[in-house]
């Protein structure tokens, strides 16, 4: 008569034994249909001849002394070089930076502050949202025309019926302060986007998080310092960055309302490479445009790098 000894109590059994890991299922390989490809080359074709093309030979030429035309010869960096001693590349450099960081902090405050009153318990405020986004659809260069017949007339006509002498003259023809006109028609048409943008930030909180501010006796001053701006501190990021890269390529606004005046006071780079370019600097300003591009690129790339990971939009 045989026996069966059982197995030890420490040792597994095979239902106890762990299952062998499964090999990893490979996903299959979308295809890609030629229709995608139909779409894309014909739009890849035209960036390439139109952009990318054009944009190699004004850097190659930019190492020459070309006028644009005719014989050129290689100069290497001497155009580069000479565009840190010019002092009208240097001021246009001043103008649009600092007219784009002015430009910026208003557009940024106003269309914050109109952005928390048109989300507000008000009457009307759909309608409201629809005006103030006129702008926004408008030309800037008719904008420039309209304001430049303000600024050189209406206002210098009120003033001197008024009697108030610094109103009587054109802000327009004074190198100190025309500047001022060109932020003031510039936030005027650049305010309405990034007003858009916070609307969706604030409609984006959830009630409640009011609801308990309240509960907990927070006035509105305390919900706005301390529940709104925290959380639309990416919708800010993202505005500040992107209006200050816009703001560097102002030209339309600038041309309608001064055309770069009172002399060069309020000449802004772009004005500065397309005057060279008609004026026979092609070389000069290409390696002007150059540089101007490195600095967009690097503007650009610190944006991404900043709004990464934010889910503000």
């Known amino acids: 008569m045989s026996t069966t000894t ?14 062998p890991a499964s ?4 996903r299959p390989k979308r295809k890609v249909e030629g229709i995608y490809y139909a779409f894309l080359l014909p739009s890849l074709i035209l960036f390439t001849l139109a952009i990318t093309v054009p944009a190699v030979i004004g850097i190659f030429f930019s190492f020459t002394n070309s006028i644009g035309f005719g014989d050129w010869e290689f100069i290497g960096l001497i155009n580069y070089v000479a565009m ?18 002015v430009t910026v902090v208003l557009v940024n405050a106003l269309a914050f502050l109109l952005a928390v009153g048109l989300t507000s318990r008000i009457k009307l405020k759909m309608g409201l949202r629809a005006v103030f986004v006129i702008p926004m ?9 309209v304001f430049n017949f303000l ?8 003033g001197a019926a008024t009697g108030v002498g610094w109103l009587s003259e054109s802000i327009l023809a004074n ?44 006035g509105k001053r305390q919900q706005l310092f301390r529940i709104t701006l925290p959380l639309v501190l990416g919708y800010v990021v993202i505005n500040v960055l992107l209006g200050f890269k816009n703001f560097l390529n102002a030209y339309d606004i600038i041309v309608g309302l001064t055309n770069g005046g009172p002399g060069t006071a309020t000449r802004s780079i772009p004005m500065t490479i397309v005057t060279g370019f008609t004026g026979g600097d092609y070389a000069y300003q290409m390696a002007n445009a150059t540089m101007f591009f490195v600095i967009v690129v690097v ?14 939009i």
């Open 6 to 19: 059982a197995p030890p109590a420490d040792t597994p059994t095979r239902a106890d034994s762990p299952a």
């Open 23 to 26: 090999a990893p299922t490979k």
């Open 84 to 101: 840190f001693s010019d002092p009208a590349i240097l001021s246009s450099y001043l103008f649009t930076f600092g007219f784009a960081a």
């Open 137 to 145: 659809v408008v030309s800037g260069i008719i904008i420039a025309y």
């Open 151 to 158: 600024f050189s007339n209406s206002l210098p006509a009120f």
């Open 175 to 218: 190198p100190d302060l025309a500047w001022v006109a060109i932020v003031i028609v510039t936030a005027w048409q650049a305010i309405p986007g990034t007003l858009l943008i916070y609307i969706a930030g604030l409609l984006a909180i959830p009630g409640e998080v009011y609801e308990a501010a309240d509960i907990d006796g927070a």
């Open 299 to 312: 503007i650009s790339l610190l944006q991404l790098r900043i709004t990464r990971g934010r889910n503000a």
